[in-house]
Nanobody, 122 residues
Framework: QVQLVESGGGLVQAGGSLRLSCAAS????????MAWFRQAPGKERDFVAA????????YYADSVKGRFTVSRDNAKNTVHLQMNSLKPEDTAVYYC???????????????WGQGTQVTVSS
């Protein structure tokens, strides 16, 4: 069982930055690939970024490439999403997910956090 808690969301102006964090309860955190997804009102949950168990491989949605960076600290059981050059269309609830093997499909994920709201004003 893995419990995930996101933090770091908030209100920011377009062009600004935010750093999201996801803290995991599992002592076996390093056995899980981690990913960030986002869901805007009335829309499906979309893939944002993912990172492999060791952190050696990262993957990004085209819409965030060059602006967002995913990282993890296995010693602290945390994964981060650094978001720069934010746009109004980045507004959504951001969720972190955990599963054994990396995937960009939300339904593949076994564990989810409660989400953190990110609002980007124009």
């Amino acid at each position: 069982q893995v419990q995930l808690v996101e933090s770091g969301g908030g209100l920011v102006q377009a062009g600004g930055s935010l750093r999201l964090s996801c803290a995991a309860s599992a002592r076996t955190f390093s056995m899980y690939s981690m990913a960030w997804f986002r869901q805007a009102p009335g829309k499906e949950r979309d893939f944002v970024a993912a990172i492999s168990r060791t952190g050696g491989s990262t993957y990004y949605a085209d819409s965030v490439k060059g602006r967002f960076t995913v990282s993890r600290d296995n010693a602290k059981n945390t994964v981060h999403l650094q978001m720069n050059s934010l746009k109004p269309e980045d507004t959504a609830v951001y969720y972190c997910g955990a599963r054994r093997y990396i995937s960009s499909t939300p339904n593949d994920y076994d564990y989810w956090g409660q989400g953190t709201q990110v609002t980007v004003s124009s």
